[in-house]
């Protein structure tokens, strides 16, 4: 069965029939699973119907469309208040790359902006981008007491657009973690992302090779070379 799109050319979601059902992690609901594409906001969750394996593909607003955003509102936990929600105008409007990966109203914003966080994340192009810094102007949190201490990082967002419409997203579990891991293919693309200026794709290839015979290995020392390359 082909694939369907809903909804409108700003937000729309496309509903894919698979033919196989893939393999499944949620934890509540075992025939159930959700992922973000590469390097996207877009949300792909798999599920079993009478007719057969779905996919549903939630599109994202368009990168750059800061201007239809209202206001963002993030529940946290109490913890998390003094590491990256305050000062919040500080948080906002960061004074540095490294000062961005602490502030939960910037990167939100840039995440949102971009439509992913990778390894050129928080760089002056997106720092000191005045739309970025506008969207992250729109972000307020506040404490959840049923949010979980630092042994479990939840994440929740609800975004209240102009023209009235409200999208939130509810994450558990963090990305990686053992309640929700990556994939294979997900961890590769991180690693190449983060490698491929140090490592040629060859030795990527030798190195995640080698790391997947790491219980086997009699001298791990062996990867450190293959870490540095012929870069040296």
């Given at each position: 069965?082909?694939?369907?799109i809903i909804?409108s050319?700003t937000f729309?979601?496309?509903?894919r029939?698979a033919?196989t059902?893939?393999?499944?992690?949620?934890?509540?609901?075992?025939?159930?699973r959700?992922?973000?594409?590469?390097?996207?906001?877009?949300?792909?969750?798999?599920?079993?119907?009478?007719?057969?394996?779905?996919t549903?593909v939630?599109?994202?607003?368009?990168r750059?469309?800061?201007?239809?955003v209202?206001?963002i509102e993030?529940?946290?936990?109490e913890?998390?208040?003094?590491?990256v929600?305050?000062p919040?105008?500080?948080?906002r409007?960061p004074?540095?790359?490294a000062?961005?990966?602490?502030?939960l109203q910037?990167?939100?914003?840039?995440?949102l902006?971009?439509?992913?966080?990778g390894?050129d994340a928080?760089?002056?192009k997106?720092?000191l981008?005045p739309?970025i810094?506008?969207?992250?102007?729109?972000?307020d949190?506040?404490?959840?007491p049923?949010?979980?201490?630092?042994?479990?990082?939840?994440g929740a967002v609800?975004?209240?657009l102009?023209?009235?419409r409200?999208l939130?997203?509810v994450?558990?579990?963090?990305?990686?973690?053992?309640?929700?891991?990556?994939t294979g293919?997900e961890?590769r693309?991180k690693?190449?992302?983060?490698?491929?200026?140090?490592?040629?794709?060859?030795?990527?290839?030798?190195l995640?090779?080698e790391i997947g015979q790491?219980?086997?290995l009699?001298?791990?020392?062996s990867?450190?070379?293959l870490?540095?390359?012929?870069?040296?």
């Open positions: 069965m082909p694939s369907r909804g050319s729309c979601w496309a509903v029939y033919r059902f893939r393999e499944v992690c949620c934890q509540t609901n075992p025939t159930i959700r992922r973000y594409r590469e390097h996207t906001l877009i949300l792909e969750t798999d599920f079993e119907t009478p007719e057969g394996a779905v549903l939630d599109f994202m607003p368009l750059g469309h800061a201007s239809d209202a206001r993030c529940p946290v936990a913890f998390n208040v003094s590491i929600c305050e919040v105008e500080e948080k409007a004074a540095s790359q000062h961005c990966r602490v502030c910037y990167t939100l914003a840039e995440a902006f971009c439509g992913r966080l390894r928080y760089e002056d997106n720092r981008n739309e810094l506008a969207l992250a102007r729109t972000v949190y506040h404490v959840d049923e949010f979980p201490g630092p042994g479990r990082f939840k609800k975004v209240t102009k023209d009235g409200v939130t997203e994450e558990e579990f963090n990305r990686g973690s053992a309640e929700n891991p990556m293919p961890l693309a690693f190449d992302d983060n490698a491929s200026d140090v490592l040629t794709q060859e030795e990527r290839d030798r995640a090779h790491t219980e086997n009699s001298d791990v020392s990867l450190v070379g870490a540095v390359g012929g870069r040296q």
